[in-house]
């Protein structure tokens, strides 16, 4: 009876063939290119009529691991890997749209994401509209007669609010659109959105994938029909990943369930710690009772991911001092690294949002957004506090939780 692994061993177990060297973890294939046995072999792999690695800009077996193994994860049929995440969420839409295409977004989305669609998308005359992730009953009165695509992030960035990927799901079946989910905020271990009928989950592998902020790299995940036109796009427009990044990032994934359960417990922990605290006008966390959308977490997601914000009182001037008097926190704009980072979207990532803009995403003047890491809690309690503490004036002090 062949019996299907667990997540975990999944994760820790999926390699390439062995060499003959009968190496325990997968060499680095740094290749640009693979020889052919001979000129027949040579025609009949270019011809897709056998299958092998031919050239690093079309696959790779460090790049195949990794697509391989994310693939079982995230329970899809195939993959690509590319540069970038952003080359992720660009390369599945460029090859699915064409020109008077419409795609129909949720509204808060990842900045590039967002200027893809604003900016160089109307170039070839592909349209947007974004809809309100809390107004679900308006999104099917903005379906067009040309919206082709549905694409979305869930937990939003940094509003950290839900879409409910079973209704989406439906919605887009009924409709007959393609869905791409962004599942980089909860990663696989978290949701799987094909599994609620997403046709491309797309990643960016950078943040919690890789997990200790080393390499930047994407993913696209999805039924095989969709992933061959993914395929040609990439292969001859070239997003291609490295196989040293590969080779990380396949490496990584084998720790990303013991990974994103600290996280989550971390962020859990902070998000309660720092609830109805005096300093803060809110607390969000999907995984928080108090949160809009807690029940659906609770629905879709194993855990509620590893990042929290919160709103401190004192607007952007107190928000940008806090950052200031962190001791250990990193000011940095990445997230999903072992170190707990906090950003203030207001002043940096959404910046370039007009203040109506930013409202409607759920940032506020004082809006933080740390991506809890994997030190010990007290640790990271203690730098928040005394932040708070310092931004104000106040003294400061030790926490033992
Ligand atoms: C970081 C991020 C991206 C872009 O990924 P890069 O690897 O930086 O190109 C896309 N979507 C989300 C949700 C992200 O957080």
Not at 217 to 245: D, T
Request: proline share 4%.
């Amino acid at each position: 009876m062949e019996r299907k692994q667990h997540f975990e061993t999944q994760a820790v177990r999926t390699q390439t063939e062995k060499s003959s060297h009968r190496e325990h973890t997968a060499p680095i294939y740094m290749t640009s290119s693979f020889t052919f046995e001979d000129a027949e072999q040579a025609r009949a792999l270019f011809n897709d009529e056998q299958e092998g690695n031919i050239y690093t800009r079309f696959s790779n077996p460090n790049n195949n691991e990794l697509v391989e193994k994310l693939c079982l994860l995230e329970g899809t049929e195939d993959g690509i890997t590319t540069a970038s995440g952003m080359a992720a969420m660009f390369s599945s839409m460029a090859a699915l749209l064409q020109s008077g295409d419409h795609i129909l977004a949720s509204r808060s989305l990842f900045g590039s994401t967002h200027q893809i669609l604003t900016r160089i998308f109307p170039k070839w005359g592909i349209t947007h509209t974004y809809a309100d992730i809390d107004k679900p009953e308006s999104w099917e009165n903005l379906i067009q007669p040309n919206t082709k695509l549905i694409f979305v992030e869930t937990p939003s960035n940094p509003g950290l609010d839900l879409v409910d990927l079973e209704w989406l799901g439906k919605l887009a079946g009924a409709h007959g659109l393609l869905l791409i989910v962004d599942n980089c905020f909860a990663t696989p271990y978290l949701q799987q959105p094909a599994s609620y009928g997403a046709h491309i989950v797309a990643h960016s592998t950078t943040k919690f994938i890789d997990g200790q902020g080393r390499t930047i790299g994407g993913a696209i995940l999805g039924k095989k029909e969709l992933i061959q036109e993914v395929r040609f796009f990439a292969r001859h427009s070239g997003p291609a990943l490295s196989p040293f990044n590969g080779w990380i990032l396949s490496k990584s994934l084998e720790t990303l369930a013991v990974r994103m359960d600290r996280h989550c417990d971390n962020a859990l922990k902070l998000a309660e710690y720092l609830e109805g605290h005096a300093e803060l006008e809110f607390v969000k966390y999907p995984f928080l009772s108090s949160h809009p959308q807690y029940e659906l977490a609770k629905k879709q997601m194993k855990k509620g991911g590893g990042l929290i914000t919160f709103s401190v009182k004192g607007g952007v001037e107190r928000g940008r001092k806090f950052l200031d008097s962190l001791q250990m926190l990193s000011i940095t704009a990445n997230l999903g690294d072992t170190r707990t980072i906090a950003t203030h979207p207001a002043s940096t990532t959404h910046s370039k949002l007009s203040a109506e803009e930013q409202q409607q995403v759920g940032i506020t003047p004082g809006l933080v957004r740390v991506s809890v890491g994997l030190e010990n809690i007290n640790d990271i309690l203690e730098d928040i506090e005394n932040a708070l503490r310092a931004s104000k004036g106040i003294s400061q002090v030790a926490v033992d939780k």
